[in-house]
């Protein structure tokens, strides 16, 4: 398949502070990506490039074979074809619910135009709520809107900055599921931006981790989980500490835990001293091992015990054990490793 | 005191009172559309335009009303005269009416303007985002939310506008007061009839003043 959205070495700054810097990811038609970063970190702005917002310094924005940004040239906004949903919904407050949706559809007949609003809003889960005004609504309700507004003419492309930030934990999940099904049925290419590492992985087919205007790695959830790229990838992405060691073999790296060979070779040399990277999830609890590490402090989560652990040098692993395994702070309990991947970075 | 001549007096004071009315109500559209666009040219990207605007607001917020009047009175035959060569004969309601017009434009625009800014960037950007030009932008998201918010500053300023009318009497347009004023000189009872006026003027200003107030308690809810 080939790219529908090509973002190509494309850099932004607002007068001398370079906010996107040489940044490059393509996206297929009808997936969902998602940037993936702290506040600050330029996502937002690469949203507003693509909007036509900003003008962009360097490189090219393409979609669907059309070149929308160049330096020193752009398509302009409204002539895009690209919706956005934005953080703070931007209903218009002045028209009802209904209106706010048939807003982008002014050129469609009549019938066409309320038969597309009242699918919209049954596709959201509000039927029935043309007639309210936006500030009737609850918050979800709004978010729900600001989505059917943004879908209802068909858009080439669909832009979400951080859709759920403004919602409680629970509903944030479950719209995030729902509107992943929602964009999916109208087969909608999408990019979201947002800081939820748990939003990105729920929503998106391709996750592109950001920091200070640079994409580190643009892959999809599992990649970026299991293969991070870099360190900063690997310790933003989930939890998980650093063991040094040692390179012992093609695919073997022996640490203070032990010798662990992975399935795939790592790219250094025997002898290398490295850094491995341990999840939480990679260190099991093991009562018959013969390497111990004492239960420094604990997190009940319910279905799991989520363990701080002191290795005999004093330093740190996490691990998470099946609840239960419930073990007092102080006591000396067996670990092994279990490993998927290999994942180690050169030693600093 | 004999208040007792006004009741035959009424239905010339009636008409003077359409000529207030008439001058106000068009003084006060003609203004706000005036008002308007200079607003849009004040928040324009464009220097020469913005630049353009704030000139045009701040000549007409530093010259009095009075001077204004009397100016176009004397400029806008003259004007026309120059334009088209013949002379046309533009009598003192037009001419006061474009001098209210051009005057209160200024001072609308200063509320527009602050009803505009008050509308959050992503209003526009949202418009933009649904396919608007600027144009379908200002005209469908921005303005009609704006109007809602300073409906009330507008009427307020309309008021004070009511009562500026009156000074229509220096180029001797027979607006209400001036009616008053000749009748009680005719009738020789200027202090009733000037009385009286005052009384009209007074209720309609402090009603319609109050007549706002309810107004924007009800918009802020």
Not at chain 1, 117 to 146: F, K, M, T
Not at chain 2, 165 to 179: I, Q
């Amino acid at each position: 398949m080939s790219a529908f959205l090509e973002f190509d070495q494309v850099s932004h700054a607002y007068s001398q502070q370079t906010v996107v810097d040489t940044m490059s990811f393509t996206l297929v038609e009808g997936e969902i990506g998602c940037l993936l970063g702290s506040s600050g970190c330029g996502k937002t702005t690469v949203l507003r490039c693509l909007a036509g917002f900003e003008p962009i310094r360097a490189g090219s924005i393409r979609l669907a074979g059309q070149t929308l940004s160049l330096p020193g040239h752009q398509v302009p906004a409204h002539a895009r074809q690209i919706g956005m949903v934005f953080q703070d919904y931007a209903l218009f407050p002045h028209l009802t619910v209904g209106d706010n949706v048939a807003f982008g559809l002014r050129r469609w007949s009549r019938a066409e135009r309320l038969r597309r609003v009242a699918s919209l809003l049954d596709l959201v889960g509000l039927a029935g709520l043309a007639r309210s005004y936006p500030h009737e609504l609850s918050g979800g309700q709004q978010q729900r809107v600001a989505l059917a507004r943004a879908l209802a003419p068909r858009p080439r492309l669909l832009l979400l900055d951080e859709p759920f930030s403004n919602l409680d934990v629970d509903l944030r999940s479950r719209l995030s599921a729902e509107v992943r099904a929602i964009l999916k049925q109208e087969n909608t290419t999408a990019i979201l931006v947002t800081h939820d590492q748990h939003e990105a992985f729920a929503m998106a087919d391709r996750v592109g981790v950001m920091q200070a205007g640079r994409l580190l790695q643009w892959a999809a959830p599992y990649t970026l989980y299991h293969q991070p790229a870099s360190r900063f990838v690997a310790d933003f992405i989930g939890q998980g500490v650093f063991l040094p060691g040692v390179v012992t073999g093609p695919a073997c790296i022996e640490t203070e835990i032990g010798e662990f060979c992975g399935a795939v070779p790592v790219p250094f040399d025997v002898g290398q001293r490295v850094e491995v990277l341990l999840r939480p999830d990679d260190v099991q609890h093991d009562d018959a091992s013969s390497r111990k590490a004492v239960v420094e402090s604990k997190v009940f989560r319910g279905s799991e015990f989520h363990y701080t652990l002191a290795l005999p040098s004093g330093r740190r692993v996490l691990a998470e054990v099946p609840s239960h395994h419930d073990h007092p702070v102080g006591e000396p309990i067996g670990i092994r490793l279990e490993m998927d991947h290999l994942i180690a970075f050169p030693a600093h | 005191m004999d208040f007792s001549q006004i009741v035959p007096a009424l239905p010339a004071l009636m008409e003077g009172m359409v000529v207030t009315l008439k001058l106000l109500v068009m003084a006060v559209l003609g203004g706000v559309v005036l008002g308007t666009f200079i607003a849009l040219g004040r928040l324009s990207s464009n220097a020469f335009l913005s630049g353009l605007a704030k000139a045009y607001v701040n000549y007409f917020r530093s010259i009095p009303l009075l001077l204004v009047i009397i100016w176009f009175y004397l400029a806008v035959p003259m004007l026309l005269n120059w334009i088209t060569g013949d002379f046309v004969p533009v009598g003192a309601f037009a001419s006061c009416l474009v001098a209210f017009m051009m005057f209160e434009a200024a001072y609308y625009a200063e509320i527009v303007r602050a009803g505009i800014q008050a509308i959050s960037r992503g209003q526009v950007n949202a418009a933009y985002a649904l396919g608007m030009t600027y144009g379908q932008a200002m005209r469908l998201v921005i303005l009609p939310q704006a109007f809602r918010k300073m409906l009330p500053l507008l009427l307020q300023q309309s008021i004070i506008l009511f009562q500026d009318t009156s000074l229509v009497y220096a180029v001797g347009l027979m607006d209400f007061l001036n009616s008053a004023r000749s009748r009680g000189d005719i009738l020789g009872q200027p202090h009733e009839f000037l009385i009286f006026a005052g009384a009209v003027y007074f209720v309609i200003s402090y009603c319609a003043s109050y007549i706002v107030k309810r107004l924007q308690k009800r918009l802020v809810v």
